[in-house]
């Protein structure tokens, strides 16, 4: 156990989880780049064994998987007229105002008029969907790896759905930004370094564990809280899809990895669960929105403490821990091996969310009837 015992330092290449300045010292300075190649090594796993739904579950979520198909050309209402700085004043007006009681003073948004403020709001309109986008991507990629990889037939069944789902997700994020919004971002650099160790990992259940669990749990949980706030209908829709889909996803992993993380021994379980903290700390980082500072012309460290207080980003940084801590907990990745998540998850202040429905059940109450299929 010992040998296998690591900090902070070499899980998440800092020894504080808050250091703000070495967090920012991980950013994206290939802004033009329009290739990105990871070396993967990994064993492509033919099963002989073709009996369909030997594991139920799995069998369950590929049939309502089949039913579940939406369009993403002809499903959702394209020609729907966004303004974007008309809903970010909205949005600002409905909680008091920009920055309703943070003291900015001393800072370089100290400043700010509404004009500022506006563009803001649209720049990181723009970053957010951008980065959904990637993530979709990411996504698309590793589920694909996970059908050559997985040795079940039903789970090669149920991947090849979620291919598909994924690549819709590309599509309809890519068609939003292009179309309603005005302007891309690259990746972040916090979530390019997380999709290259998920991606370059040669254990199959990584790929599950780092996607499934962690990734495709922060995004149902991020595309949740959007979901609730905005007040575009096109996005609204939009998102219930992604949603419907991302729901069975996160199933997908908490059902699978279910039967096999019950026989891991500690020490096994003890490299999964650095892992997992290494996705949540990586993901959690990428919500501080570098790339937008740098474009709005304001060095990110400077206003990073300010932008932490404001309330509602408060929120929206626990609440995206609400799927991953109890999907965790259900695949015994907390309490296993010491416990070692679980002291993790309360450094991260998000263990409240233990006792949160796990997706292996709730997937069930969140799918929605694509209107094509009546
Ligand atoms: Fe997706
Ligand atoms: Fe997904």
Partial sequence: ?????????????RGE???????MAVSNTDWDEARHDVSSHYDTVFTWDYEKGSRPKLD???????????????????????????LVRANAAANGG?????????????????????????????????????????????????????????AKYYGATQVVDEARHVEVFSKYLDEKLSGHYPINAHLRLLLDDIIADSRWDMTYLGMQIMVEGLALAA????????????????????????????AFGVLSLQELYGALSSAELRERQEFAFEAAVRMRDRFL????????????????????????????QTMLFSKIVPNCKKLGLLDGADGWLRTKFTELGVIGFEDFADTGEEYESLQATPQSAG
């Avoid at 369009?71 to 974007?84: F, I």
């Avoid at 790339?291 to 980003?313: F, T």
């Fill in 17 to 23: 989880i808050n250091d703000l300045e070495a967090i």
């Fill in 1 to 13: 156990m010992t040998e296998t015992m690591r900090e902070n330092a070499d899980i998440i290449g």
């Fill in 289 to 316: 929105q570098q790339e937008v500072w740098d474009r709005m012309g304001v060095d990110p460290k400077q206003v990073a403490p300010i932008l932490l207080q404001v309330p509602e980003r408060k929120v929206f």
């Fill in 223 to 250: 595309f949740g809280f959007m979901y609730q706030m905005t007040t575009e209908p096109l996005l609204k829709q939009l998102l219930r899809y992604v949603m419907s889909d991302e729901s069975r996803h996160v």
């Fill in 60 to 86: 369950k979520l590929y049939e309502k998987a089949k039913r579940s198909q939406w369009n993403a050309q002809t499903d959702l209402p394209w020609g729907t007229a966004v303004d974007q700085e008309a």
């Fill in 98 to 154: 920009f920055l309703a009681g943070v003291d900015a003073s001393g800072t370089p948004v100290a400043s700010w008029g509404d004009a500022e403020w506006t563009q803001f709001g649209v720049e990181s309109q723009n970053w957010t969907l951008s980065q959904f986008m990637h993530g979709e991507q990411g996504a698309l990629v590793c589920t694909a790896k996970i059908v050559e990889s997985v040795p079940w037939i039903d």
